[in-house]
């Protein structure tokens, strides 16, 4: 019988997140034995299940052969372990391939059909039997433009009044105000749409023109999607700003109005910013809500108070849905259209809510906006 | 002379301009109380011709949509069973993934990494829901089909999972829940994140310092300290998934009838048969009205819970919603 004597042995000391060559040898073979197993297992023995279920069948091999492997070498807590941090890091990395796969298919679908005539044409004198670069969608650029424009001359000013009540008021009314700017950002985006139909267009329709189908409508709808969600993010931004400076205000002698305009705003203006540009970033993709207030239409309209008015979402779902593929495909010229102006206003949202502790100590404090694009997915 | 040496009175009084002030936001808070409140109002004024037609009760109970008999016969019993189907769909696609990001964020990552996954999930969160609609509807489902069909040969035993004799695979409620997932999944994994970011460190030094493994760390302190934060996160996109309107609209058939088989093409979820309808007659109109109300109750129902599921949590006490 042999005792072993640890004071004798000569051990490093063992990082936790070390990682030796045999590991890395245990996570490939553990990967290559699985790929063979499932391709035994479906491509020979039974029927296949298609690419996806092929990815998920050997995921889930994988984890139980370098489970079962690692518990031989290491024991049961440490192979635990090990299978939990691949299961969260693929889990993660599992995030990014929906997203570069939906951009990449918009890419390939939409950069083929795209004209520059795009921009400046709109369907007039288009049939189905012609070509998908034909015409183009600058009817529904501009009533994006338009409705959104609108939409956040409505939304912005009600939105930070009420933040501002939110946050720098006393009044006892904050609470259920809040309850209820909640409940407002979490009202589906059609209801929105038939909401304005049922208050301004079914009744007011036949006297005035004013409330039929038209631009000013959809931008009501999409402001009553907007208001929520410019409220919650302004509340947190303001929420951000130090209370010393407030205080320090107050202090000097200024009313509340004057600390709110000109302390509490301007140092909170960099965070604004990006909450209305994160703001207008959903509105501009918003179709459900103008289904029943702005309806479409197929030629340039660039009055927004009178007739119906396209705009870029409602192009493209009207159009993929069209039987013929050059209308498909014109749709899918939009959609690439609408992908570029979100991306680049969500890279817009990010370049002004950056860092720039790291650049300059001196500036103005700013508050930090990480959390502030947490509040923008609500 | 004297009168100057007497100590200024202070006052708590506001003055007459922050008087205004308090007025004017009080107003403008006031104005998203009563809008939310209209909101609701008015769908019930206009549903009316609809319910009177129906009934309230079969209208909640129906499950078909036909205005061409006299009377009508319509009612959203279908269209809320398809609609809690993708949203529950959604939801058990979501939430994993949505742990999973949180806990690759918190726990992890470095602190590179972290800001990556964290703008991918707002990205994911700003992608118009039109352009996830025509990726599903043209391309994933393709995709998704020979696994629906491998599932619906080797588990139809399983209730959800069965098909009728010839079944198509394309634009079915299973499909329509991987394209919704995506959707809910920003909301999932920024709540559980926030959540997750307030476990008390004292407590996972403590299980480090007693020898456990990070896994075991997460297991005993930040997936218990977590969990009221999971279970809201979750209802939240739930609140969100059944609000999810085009990319359902142009996935889904949108047939008003009950469907259990969520492998096969078919089903119909309230907004997304709204959206399909819009600019009908009158009447159907009102039946849009009423169907749109029980929408906004059950989202609004469901968003209530959520947040008050989650502020009741140990974890989610500082969290705002």
Redesign the interface.
């Known amino acids: 019988m042999v005792v072993a004597v640890p004071a004798t042995r000569t051990r490093r000391p063992r990082r936790p997140v070390e990682r030796t060559t045999d590991d890395v040898l245990t996570l490939a073979g553990s990967g290559v034995s699985a790929v063979s197993v499932c391709w035994l297992l479906f491509a020979r023995f039974t029927d296949g299940v298609g690419w996806f279920g092929f990815l998920l069948c050997t995921f889930a091999v994988f984890l139980a052969i370098f489970y079962v492997v690692t518990a031989e070498h290491h024991g049961t807590l440490v192979a635990a372990d090990r299978v939990a941090t691949a299961v969260v890091v693929c889990g993660a990395v599992a995030l990014l391939v929906p997203l570069t796969w939906l951009i990449g298919y918009v890419v390939a679908k939409g950069l083929p059909t795209l004209r520059p005539n795009f921009f400046f044409d709109d369907q007039r004198g288009v049939t189905p039997l012609m070509p998908a670069s034909a015409g183009g969608g600058s009817h529904a650029i501009v009533g994006t433009i338009e409705q959104v424009g609108l939409a956040l001359s409505w939304s912005l000013p009600l939105g930070l009044l009420a933040a501002v009540f939110l946050n720098e008021s006393r009044s006892k009314w904050r609470r259920p105000v809040r309850i209820f700017v909640d409940a407002m950002s979490g009202i589906p985006s059609v209801v929105a749409g038939l909401f304005i139909f049922a208050v301004l267009i079914l009744p007011f329709a036949k006297h005035y023109t004013v409330f039929s189908f038209n631009g000013l409508m959809a931008s009501l709808a999409l402001a009553m999607i907007m208001l929520p969600t410019i409220t919650q993010t302004i509340t947190v931004v303001l929420r951000l700003v130090p209370d010393g400076l407030r205080e320090a205000s107050l202090a000097l002698g200024s009313s509340r109005v004057r600390t709110v305009w000109s302390v509490v705003l301007p140092t909170a203006r960099t965070g604004m910013t990006t909450a209305v540009v994160l703001g207008i970033a959903r509105a501009v993709g918003e179709t459900a809500p103008l289904l029943f207030t702005a309806f479409g239409y197929d030629l340039m309209n660039p009055n927004p108070t009178s007739g119906a008015q396209d705009s870029l979402p409602l192009f493209v779902f009207k159009n993929v849905r069209k039987p013929d593929i050059s209308a498909v495909d014109r749709g899918f010229a939009g959609a690439f259209v609408l992908m570029l102006i979100v991306l680049a206003l969500f890279g817009l949202a990010r370049y002004i809510g950056r860092d720039r502790s790291k650049q300059s100590s001196n500036r103005r404090r700013v508050p930090r906006l990480s959390s502030l694009q947490e509040r923008f997915q609500r | 002379m004297a009168a100057e040496r007497t100590p200024r009175f202070v006052t708590e009084e506001?003055?007459q301009?922050?008087r205004?002030?308090?007025r004017?936001?009080?107003?403008?808070?006031?104005?998203?109380?009563v809008?939310?409140t209209?909101?609701g109002l008015?769908?019930l004024?206009?549903s009316r011709d609809a319910l009177s037609v129906t009934g309230v009760w079969e209208f909640l109970t129906r499950a078909e949509w036909r205005t061409d008999v006299k009377p009508a016969r319509i009612g959203v019993l279908g269209l809320v069973m398809g609609t809690v189907l993708v949203a529950f769909t959604a939801v058990a696609i979501a939430v994993?993934?949505g742990v999973?990001?949180a806990?690759?964020?918190t726990?992890?990552?470095s602190t590179r990494s972290r800001r990556y996954?964290?703008?991918?999930?707002?990205?994911?969160?700003?992608?118009?829901?039109?352009?996830?609609?025509?990726?599903g509807?043209?391309?994933l489902s393709a995709?998704?089909?020979?696994?629906s069909?491998?599932?619906s040969?080797h588990f139809s035993w399983i209730p959800i999972f069965a098909t009728g004799k010839h079944p198509r695979f394309s634009g079915s409620i299973f499909i329509a829940g991987i394209v919704v997932s995506?959707m809910a999944?920003?909301?999932v994994a920024?709540v559980v994140?926030?959540v997750f970011a307030q476990t008390p460190p004292g407590e996972k030094e403590a299980a480090f310092a007693l020898g456990a493994?990070?896994?075991?760390m997460?297991r005993l302190v930040v997936l218990p300290f977590g969990r009221g934060g999971i279970i809201g996160g979750a209802m939240?996109g739930l609140?969100?998934a059944?609000?999810?309107?085009?990319a359902v609209?142009?996935i889904l058939p949108q047939v008003a009838q009950v469907v259990f088989h969520i492998l096969e093409n078919g089903g119909a979820t309230v907004?997304g048969f709204?959206?399909n309808r819009?600019?009908s007659d009158d009447f159907t109109?009102s039946g849009?009205?009423a169907a749109?109300l029980v929408?906004?109750f059950l989202?609004?129902g469901?968003?209530?819970v959520a947040?008050v599921v989650v502020s009741h949590s140990r974890s989610g006490a500082g969290v705002?919603?």
């Open positions: 506001p003055a301009v922050d205004w002030f308090d004017i936001t009080l107003a403008a808070g006031v104005v998203v109380l809008l939310l209209l909101v008015f769908l004024l206009r994993p993934f999973l990001a806990l690759f964020i726990e992890y990552s996954l964290t703008a991918l999930v707002d990205l994911l969160a700003a992608v118009p829901s039109v352009l996830f609609g025509i990726w509807f043209r391309f995709q998704i089909e020979p696994l069909r491998w599932i040969r995506l999944l920003p909301i920024s994140r926030e493994t990070r896994w075991g997460i939240l609140g969100r059944l609000g999810e309107t085009i609209a142009l907004s709204i959206a819009a600019g109109t849009l009205m749109g929408l906004f989202t609004l469901t968003n209530m947040s705002e919603l």
